[in-house]
């Protein structure tokens, strides 16, 4: 049996004060209240950026501009395989009109506070190597 190949995209999005948003998974989704990079799953016929434009809106009713791919991971998890792929990108809008539409909370944080939080296996890996990436 083939597993099953699921394509997911993320945002690497940093405001003035050097911080990165992170998103907390609602109580009711697969990983529930884990935080990660916002954003989510490439539908078919979309591209990379398309996909994380929509999910964006979507989750915090807010746009962005996608900018270059930061990295790019594949983590297996037992019944599946997430390639996950991080875009750099800038709010279009005001920090402020963020909404938690499909989205339990959010928070602004500095890559150190990262390790506070409790993220995803595939989330996990790319935190570990935009840590390193800083050192």
Same mark, same amino acid.
């Given at each position: ?9 993320? !945002? ?14 609602? /109580? ?9 990079? /916002? ?82 296996? !595939?989330? !996990?890996?790319?935190? !570990? ?7």
């Amino acid at each position: 049996m083939t597993r099953r190949q699921v394509r997911v995209v993320g !945002a690497m999005l940093e405001n003035e004060q050097g911080r990165y948003l992170i998103t907390q998974r609602p /109580p009711t989704a697969s990983l529930p209240l884990l935080w990660e990079f /916002p954003g989510g799953r490439v539908e078919e016929g979309e591209s990379d950026p398309e996909a994380l434009v929509r999910e964006i809106q979507e989750e915090m009713g807010v746009a962005v501009e996608v900018l270059d791919q930061a990295m790019h991971t594949r983590h297996e998890y037992p019944t599946y395989d997430i390639d996950f792929r991080v875009f750099r990108c800038r709010l279009a809008e005001a920090e402020g009109n963020i909404r938690h539409l499909r989205v339990h909370d959010h928070r602004w944080v500095t890559l150190e506070e990262m390790s506070g939080y409790r993220f995803p296996d !595939a989330d !996990a890996k790319t935190l !570990a190597k935009l840590l390193d990436l800083d050192s």
